[in-house]
């Protein structure tokens, strides 16, 4: 039998081997981010258990949201009196997906920031709903204007979550405190989800579900729908971005990028906008 030639572990092996397999568990997960100041900077998010600090989010001008020039208006003029510590609503976005529900809340408080208003969005990574009230403890005493930015919500038929939001909308124990106003985004005006079979043959009654979830929108003092838009606003967001970004426009080209994805939208429009850009050779800002 041949004698075994692999050496014997040494102290200073096994601490050399230990530490390259510390070093490769520190590649595959590295450690969370610093916790960000809340009282500098203006793009936070928040994970349910800390705040980070975000890179300034890449904004559309309002002045190119074509079809929902009424909706922007209000939502600036809205976060623009919370900048301003005036009155101010909590706001539900609602409606037709690629419209720019999203990309408003982002758009106003660029603007807002570049014109020298000291407000900060908080993007709140669902699901971190049951972390609100920790998220307003964490900027109660942070006496400067936030906007909280839920994208994207469907609370389903869920009793507990459509209690909690309202409790945090309208005047509960862990209330949301005076500077702090919530942005809500979702595909459902009343944040219904489409079918209520999932009550049926239980104790809840879905005409109960529907009106706790019509409680809860009308917590919001301010509600603005985002409608798909027809063939002619369409062509107007297309042309829209093609004369800010100086790209010649077909509309044929425009029409025919939309059949073919079944939709008609903001989102189309620009993901058009990138094709163009992409083959006429022209840069897009990052």
């Not at 590649?27 to 994970?47: C, E, I, Y």
């Not at 709903?129 to 609370?155: E, T």
């Amino acid at each position: 039998m041949e004698d075994d030639k692999t050496p014997a572990l040494t102290p200073a092996l096994t601490n050399a081997l230990l530490s390259r397999i510390a070093t490769a568990l520190e590649r595959l997960s590295p450690p969370p981010p610093a916790a960000a100041d809340p009282r500098t900077g203006h793009w936070f998010g928040w994970t349910g258990t800390a705040l980070t600090a975000l890179p300034p989010a890449r904004a559309t001008p309002l002045a190119l949201y074509h079809g929902v020039a009424a909706q922007a208006a209000a939502v600036l003029e809205n976060s623009r009196r919370h900048a301003l510590r005036l009155p101010a609503h909590d706001v539900l976005l609602w409606g037709a997906r690629g419209m720019g529900k999203s990309s408003l809340a982002r758009s106003v408080v660029a603007e807002l920031v570049a014109g020298g208003h000291d407000l900060a969005l908080v993007q709140v990574m669902l699901p971190a709903l049951a972390s609100l009230p920790a998220l307003f403890a964490r900027l109660a005493d942070v006496r400067r204007p936030f906007l909280l930015f839920l994208d994207d919500v469907s609370l389903g038929a869920d009793a507990g979550e459509v209690h909690a939001l309202r409790s945090l909308l309208d005047g509960g124990v862990q209330a949301r405190p005076d500077h702090v106003r919530l942005i809500v985004t979702s595909n459902r005006r009343h944040l219904v989800p489409r079918s209520l079979a999932e009550n049926e043959g239980d104790s809840i009654n879905p005409r109960d579900v529907a009106d706790d979830h019509l409680a809860l929108a009308d917590r919001f003092g301010l509600r603005l729908g985002f409608h798909a838009c027809d063939q002619e606003a369409y062509l107007a967001i297309c042309a829209a971005y093609a004369r800010h970004h100086g790209l010649a426009f077909d509309p044929a080209a425009a029409l025919a990028w939309a059949v073919a994805r079944g939709a008609r939208s903001g989102r189309v429009a620009w993901q058009f906008t990138v094709e163009q850009a992409g083959a006429q050779g022209i840069p897009l800002p990052a």
